[in-house]
């Protein structure tokens, strides 16, 4: 293999001889040091990896770089929808005229669990041909967690429904109202889930109790009661008025100052 050197300056399209002693220290701390993987494939020689950092090998679940550069191919860590994207990304760098393309794309690890990433992709020179530099990191973690919270919601939708009941909080600060759909059937409120503001909310209200709720969630944001629970008339789409009972209670932060009412 050539010297670091050498691959680090191919990596970023300059020739060799432009480095000295001292840019060799920099760039070689700069890259094996970086938490961000990186990753440069021979493209059109069947995903075959050109150079590959520690912090790739490690996200991809090898022991080391210099064993995942052994592979003769890339091809394994790559799904076919990943692959498929992987190759329209290098024909839009190849004749698209664009310096990198950023994303998000997923992968394998060696021992065949997932692994998302945020990538960016370059086209570099390498032994005078183009080759695809992949920087990257690792979001598993946050794709999980965005699933998890996907599915507690869900979860909590289903039990709504059952009981039919709903679920909704406003935000002090901006007057955004949240709401779930079960709630939105049960107000007639559009099912975007999302009013810009308390107005939405208090027209759906009846004229005789319009003043009074309003004065109750305010009086609690003050007060700070606890629980506060109110009974009033709201308008349904088709005509007439459906009777609710509405408990809510406020989320306060360190200093008192209310942020939610749920």
């Known amino acids: 293999m050539a010297a670091f050197k050498d691959i680090v300056w191919r990596a970023m399209g300059r020739p060799a001889a432009a480095s000295t002693s001292m840019d060799d220290v920099r760039l070689r701390a700069l890259v094996e040091g970086s938490i961000q993987g990186i990753v440069i494939v021979r493209v059109e020689d069947n995903m075959r990896p050109l150079f590959a950092n520690e912090a790739a090998a490690q996200m991809a679940g090898f022991e080391s770089a210099a064993e995942m550069m052994a592979l003769p191919s890339l091809r394994p860590l790559v ?39 945020k990538v960016r992709d370059t086209l570099v020179t390498w032994d005078g041909r183009p080759a695809l530099q992949m920087t990257f990191i690792d979001i598993t973690r946050q794709k999980q967690a965005a699933r998890n919270a996907e599915a507690r919601e869900t979860m909590l939708e289903l039990a709504l429904q059952a009981a039919k009941m709903g679920a909704w909080s406003i935000d002090c600060r901006t007057g955004r109202i949240d709401y779930s759909a079960s709630r939105s059937t049960l107000y007639d409120l559009p099912a975007s889930r999302v009013s810009s503001s308390t107005e939405l909310f208090l027209e759906r209200i009846h004229p005789d109790d319009r003043a009074r709720v309003d004065s109750e969630l305010k009086q609690a944001l003050v007060s700070d009661p606890g629980q506060v629970e109110l009974e009033f008339r709201v308008r349904r789409r088709e005509g007439g008025w459906r009777w609710v009972t509405s408990r809510a209670r406020v989320e306060r932060n360190a200093a008192g100052r209310p942020l939610r009412l749920i």
Request: avoid cysteine; charge should be positive; charged fraction near 20%.
């Open 79 to 117: 799904p076919q929808s990943t692959l498929a994207q992987a190759l329209e990304v290098w024909q839009a760098l190849l004749h698209g005229g664009v310096p990198s393309i950023t994303g998000e794309a997923r992968f394998r690890r060696r021992d065949r669990a997932q692994l998302y990433a």
